[in-house]
């Protein structure tokens, strides 16, 4: 049974930093990709980033590129987002997504990707104040 729980949402100030973790059981962890979606008050849900584990391939969206890294711990089964210059846009509910196939590219795949999932964690809430 796949297990996703995310944890490491809060608050935080503008331009301040925030690292998530995902911690994911039930699968064969080095095989897939990890991704993060996001879903703020009244907005729908936005693909955020993936990481492929096989080949440590990563994706972002456009409005969190050059800000936000994603990585991931083997050893932990554990992918990370690091989350630097936060804006009050980045408030969301996060979760992760997995197992993952392939990291999705373009809304559309992310948009399949959603979804597609069966599973999903309770989310971290990451809150930016301005």
């Known amino acids: 049974e796949v297990q996703l729980v995310e944890s490491g949402g809060g608050l935080v100030q503008a331009g301040g930093s925030l690292r998530l973790s995902c911690a994911a059981s039930?699968?064969?962890?080095?095989?897939?990709?990890i991704g993060w979606f996001r879903q703020a008050p009244g907005k729908e849900h936005e693909g955020v980033s993936c990481?492929?584990?096989?080949?440590?391939?990563?994706t972002y969206a456009d409005s969190v590129k050059g800000r936000f890294t994603i990585s991931s711990d083997n050893a932990k089964n554990t992918v990370y987002l690091q989350m630097n210059s936060v804006t009050p846009e980045d408030t969301a509910v996060y979760y992760c997504?997995?197992?993952?196939?392939?990291?999705?590219?373009?809304?559309?795949?992310?948009?399949?990707?959603?979804?597609?999932?069966?599973?999903w964690g309770e989310g971290t809430l990451v809150t930016v104040s301005s």
């Open positions: 039930g699968f064969t962890f080095d095989d897939y990709a």
């Open positions: 990481i492929s584990i096989r080949d440590g391939h990563t």
């Open positions: 997504a997995a197992p993952l196939v392939y990291c999705p590219v373009d809304r559309s795949t992310w948009s399949k990707t959603y979804y597609a999932m069966d599973t």
